[in-house]
């Protein structure tokens, strides 16, 4: 036993002789050296250190130490640094063709954490993104975690939000009918009209999930008026026309329409007429006054509109207040304009209105004539005394005495009535409107009949 503990003693002490020979010994003599050295001139040193000057220098020395210490402990904590990139796009991956996600925001925000340089390095270099893998999931809510793809992996990052709930549908699909809504039709030039509009289809597919598809109540391709390069009649194509899903209440539904935009074809027209201007003197003059003249700046306008407004208008009426009116006046007139009429080719008139004396003169035995009986009905008056009336005609003198009595129209309304006997209004119209005319006699008595 001993023989076998004899050499690894040896071992030992050989190593203790060496630690004890080349480094014990020399640090042994450093340290009485120096004790040697602060004996010998310890008041030499005492009176360096004694110094003003010897503080301030020991004192910078340490208070740089201390300083080069604590930068580089802050260093590494300072440097930790955090920058949020917003609203980046979510990426799904699925089959697009069998199912319909819902509940996957489309952008997240990006918190990454780590060394400023190490940050910008990450923005500079292109990424996948964020996405999330729902391959292999089945129809119905699913809880899933969102990936971010960074080839910095110094760094550190949280997503906001990290994780989502989605809800998977199977996709169908249903062919749909296009219509047509125009928009920014007040930016059109008043004097043009779109007649026409043909679309390169009428129908498209609609694909989604089975309960939005079921909202669907009209599929409309947006014609933008100021789309068109440039307004005038004649043909402009429009491509690219987006097309919107709506549901009853004309909110837009979420869906996938194929294809997703239209080519439209506008016919551009641009109908006008010229027509005259009629005066409409408006309101009762003041006692003892009639209208002897009105005349106007210009006697026919020009309109612009759809083609069956200006078909339809033979005059434009415009209407002047002359209420308790006691003295000649002019009047600036703004004319306004008949449904479906757009543009006018002057916006106002002045109508100068002459007074005069006012005197009457009565037309005996004129003819009452009937108006909107309904067609399944006819009428007879009850009496010789109720077919015909006398009508006082009231006005300037040089009008009434050159007045033609077939230009005043005695008659009743019968808007609304049905068989039997009835006591009528008696209205009366004249072909000259400077004039007033009234019946003498208020009501007549007719009787309503069935054909």
Known sequence: MKKIIRPFIKLFLSIASIIDKFIVVPITKLILRIMD????????IDKFAGKKSTLLIVSLLLAFIVYVVIDQQSTVMLDQYAEILDDRPVTAIYNEELYVIEGLPETVDITLIGQKRHIFLAKQNPTSGVSVDLTGLAPGNHKVRLKY??????????????????????????????????????????????????????????KGAAYKLKQIATVKALVDVDAIAKQQAGETTLKDVPLVAYDSNGKMVDVEIVPSTVTAKLTITSPSKTVPIKIVPKGT?????????????????????????????????????????SADKEFKVTIKKPNGITELSSKTVNVNVKLDDSTSKEFANLSVLTENLDSKYKVQAASVEDRQVTVVVKGSKDIIDNIDATSIHPYIDLTNYGPGTHDVEVKVTGDDLRLNYSSKTKKITVVITEK
């Open 285 to 325: 003059l003041a006692f003892g006054k009639s209208i002897k003249e009105m005349t106007t700046d210009i006697t026919t306008l020009t309109i612009y509109g759809t083609q069956d407004a200006v078909d339809s208008i033979e005059q434009i009426e415009v209407n002047v207040d002359v209420d308790k009116l």
């Open 149 to 206: 793809t960074q080839t910095m992996k110094s760094l550190d990052y949280k997503l906001d939000p990290s994780t989502v709930t989605v809800t998977i549908y199977e996709k169908e699909s249903v062919n749909k009918t296009l219509t047509v809504d125009l928009l920014h039709q007040d930016n059109l030039d008043s004097k043009l009209y779109i007649s026409n509009i043909e679309l390169d289809r009428t129908n498209v597919i609609v």
């Open 37 to 44: 050295f602060f004996k010998e001139n310890g008041k030499t």
